[in-house]
């Protein structure tokens, strides 16, 4: 095979999905590299789907190799940040141990990009609720600690070899395909948006409200909401600018401005024309008041620019999916 492809890595799972259907759609050559623990095979549109795992060297090796590989898009990790406080080595193995891997057989077949998917949980709780890429490194869980070891794994790589990065870090991601193909269909989800939504369709009762008593101007938390189909854009975005010659870098990857939980809330109901069960209840350890990104470098380095920064089309879309599952569950 001469033409080369992108190693899309957890492609059958949420962002992942998106990003491949963007690549697809633009007409890249794709292979998806995705264990199904959290993903689904029909979440994958157009790409070959290669049911493994990026900890198999063995696997690793032979993908990169036969489909010639030169960027590979990172997203295999698992997400839940109380589950990495319960059992951290789980976070440590897939999401630190099994990207070392990945990162040394893609220095051995010499692939020139690779794009991360990393996390805001890497700022922990900063000091004014705003994080910049320069605001310090304190992760309070496992789940951001084993993502900021991924990314000082790439940074060093990126110094020692001729391997360039690009390390996103994504603030809070919700919404689905404006074509509705895809969403975020886990049934295990905790995301605030997602868990709503849900309560609107009448697959919970109920839900809470973490906390009402925040520094914030209703009490409750703020976080910077950003759409899926943005945040995956942003991806093609730091392909092209890996492929003119960029140096590597790390991004935040959100709006730069912040909503609340009641916010969020009232956004569900007005989508879904009726008021949801809500109980206030206490605050969710390790959870901070206020989580917005500082998000001008992003756009000034990648051209980067989100066509969807608006709570209603995120809550719309997410909506949208959760109706869509109800009539076809994922599988
Ligand atoms: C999420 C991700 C984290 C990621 C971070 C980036 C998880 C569990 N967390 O965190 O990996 O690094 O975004 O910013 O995947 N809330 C409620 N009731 C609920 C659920 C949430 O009140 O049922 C509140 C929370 O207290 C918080 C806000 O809603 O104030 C958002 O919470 P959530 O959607 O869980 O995301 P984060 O915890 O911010």
């Not at 295990?188 to 906390?211: H, P």
């Not at 935040?252 to 939980?261: A, F, I, L, M, R």
């Not at 920064?309 to 009539?327: A, P």
Request: charged share 20%.
């Amino acid at each position: 095979m001469s033409s080369t492809s992108i190693l899309v890595t957890g492609g059958a799972g949420y962002i992942g999905s998106h990003v491949t259907r963007q690549l697809i759609e633009a007409g890249e050559n794709v292979v998806v590299l995705d264990n199904l623990s959290t993903g689904f095979k029909s979440a994958v549109l157009g790409a070959e789907l290669i049911v493994g795992d990026t900890g198999d060297h063995d696997l690793v090796t032979k993908v990169l190799a036969d489909y010639n590989v030169d960027t590979i898009m990172h997203f295999a990790a698992h997400i839940i940040v109380p589950e990495s406080v319960e059992d951290p080595l789980k976070y440590y193995g897939n999401n630190t141990c099994s990207s070392h891997n990945l990162l040394s057989c893609a220095v051995h077949a010499k692939v020139k990009h690779l794009i991360f998917s990393s996390t805001a949980a890497v700022y922990g709780i900063p000091e004014t609720g705003h994080a910049s890429e320069e605001s310090p490194n304190q992760p309070i869980n496992p789940y951001g600690s084993s993502k900021l070891m991924t990314e000082w794994m790439l940074r060093d790589t990126s110094r020692a070899t001729e391997l360039k990065h690009v390390a996103l870090r994504y603030f809070n991601v919700a919404g689905s395909d404006p074509g509705g193909r895809i969403g975020l269909s886990t049934s295990k989800s905790t995301l605030l948006v997602k868990v709503a939504c849900e309560a609107a369709v009448g697959k919970r009762d109920k839900l809470y409200i973490f906390g009402t008593d925040y520094p914030t101007p209703d009490g409750t938390g703020l976080r910077d909401y950003i759409h899926v189909e943005d945040l995956a854009s942003a991806h093609l975005n730091a392909l092209t600018y890996l492929r003119k010659g960029g140096e590597s870098a790390t991004l935040n990857c959100g709006y730069g401005h912040g909503y609340s939980v009641r916010e969020v809330l009232a956004a569900v109901e007005k989508a879904h024309g009726s008021s949801l069960a809500i109980e206030e209840g206490p605050r969710r350890a390790g959870d901070p008041p206020m989580l917005i990104a500082v998000a001008d470098r992003i756009q000034e380095m990648l051209g980067w620019k989100p066509k969807y920064d608006d709570l209603d089309i995120i809550v719309q879309s997410q909506l949208d999916w959760e109706k869509h599952l109800l009539k076809y569950p994922a599988e």
